[in-house]
């Protein structure tokens, strides 16, 4: 095997990727080395070349990509949960300054890592990892879903809203979800009802709740969608969460609902070191779940080698992506 492997590096704000060729790295304690399969591309990977993502602490140059499946090639000292062969996927780096998976391998920490589902392609593994586990984050962790409450999901046939859906879903949840009229299918079809985000949220309040509120609303979308979540929830039990709650908000609609609010940051572990293993267990249930064929990724036809990465990122960036972007790099 060669010591080298090829990359694409981000060098500077704003400027073109390069394919280059840089030194493969080698395992560590507590880690593995992953021969990188395929690559998710994020919305942050963007922001992260063009300088405008302080809070993901990657500074540039860097190789950038929070996602990756792959096959584990060797193991550093005291990992016992991997061995050479295994199918892994993770969300692994390419922020807080650790590599990302835009190159033909990664050294990073097992414990960030599952077993990805015997039923999915490397494409559909490595599209999962950071939008489920911000689904869980907060659906989970945060809000403490029970099977049987009402959830709203704004945003619902987005990346991060469609793994909401499911995962509400299969938690035994009543789901409802707002999106573009055009959405509507992809919403039914994750097992949720759609509600044309042009219609008032009192409405829907009215119309699927009898005017009590959601038990609980996931904002994906930020701005004056977390501010009408507010207004969307229960009464005392209710709770909003929001991977997207950067900005400016009047709270008081949430505190005449006697009700809560919890951000989601699922970069955390990958910047702090604290909490990575429960990444590993998150994507674990995922993987359970992907198994028993209630979580179902929705990727973007098109696919792309690492030669393509530019392209690959241009699709989100002119909103041309019909669903995950998805780079093939073995």
């Known amino acids: 095997m060669s010591n080298e492997m090829r990359a694409q590096r981000a060098t500077a704000p704003g400027a073109h990727l390069q394919l280059v060729h840089l030194p493969r790295p080698v395992a560590g304690p507590g880690q593995v080395l992953v021969r990188v399969h395929a690559s998710g591309v994020n919305p942050l990977d963007l922001k992260i070349r063009a300088g405008e993502a302080t809070h993901a602490r990657q500074p540039l140059p860097a190789i950038l990509g929070i996602d990756l499946a792959g096959v584990v090639v060797d193991v550093g000292?005291?990992?016992?949960?991997?061995?050479?062969?295994?199918?892994?996927?993770?969300?692994?780096?390419?922020?807080?300054?650790?590599?990302?998976?835009?190159?033909?391998?990664?050294?990073?920490?097992?414990?960030l890592l599952a077993v990805a589902p015997g039923n999915f392609t490397p494409r559909e593994a490595a599209s999962v990892p950071l939008i489920f586990i911000t689904a869980w984050e907060g659906l989970i962790d945060r809000a403490k879903l029970q099977a049987g409450e009402r959830v709203l999901v704004l945003g619902g046939a987005g990346g991060v809203g469609h793994m909401v859906v499911q995962l509400a879903k299969a938690r035994g949840a009543d789901v409802f979800a707002v999106d573009a009229a055009a959405k509507k299918s992809i919403i039914e079809t994750d097992g949720a009802t759609a509600i044309d985000r042009a219609t008032p949220l009192e409405e829907a309040v009215a119309a699927h709740t009898g005017g009590e509120g959601f038990d609980i609303v996931y904002d994906t979308v930020g701005g004056a969608a977390l501010d009408a979540a507010f207004t969307a929830v229960r009464p005392y039990s209710g709770r909003v969460v929001s991977?997207?709650?950067?900005?400016?908000?009047?709270?008081?609609?949430?505190?005449?609902?006697?009700a809560s609010y919890s951000g989601?940051?699922?970069?955390?572990p990958l910047l702090t070191g604290k909490g990575r293993a429960h990444h590993g267990e998150i994507l674990r249930t995922a993987a359970k779940l992907a198994e028993a064929g209630q979580l179902r990724p929705r990727l973007d036809p098109t696919r792309y080698t690492l030669a393509e990465t530019e392209a690959a990122h241009a699709a989100i960036r002119d909103r041309h992506a019909k669903g995950k972007v998805v780079i093939e790099i073995a």
């Open 77 to 111: 000292e005291g990992v016992s949960r991997f061995r050479q062969g295994d199918v892994v996927f993770g969300m692994t780096g390419g922020v807080g300054g650790h590599q990302g998976s835009l190159a033909e391998f990664a050294a990073v920490d097992a414990d």
């Open 243 to 258: 991977c997207l709650g950067w900005g400016t908000h009047a709270l008081a609609p949430l505190s005449f609902r006697a």
């Open 264 to 268: 989601v940051f699922t970069l955390l």
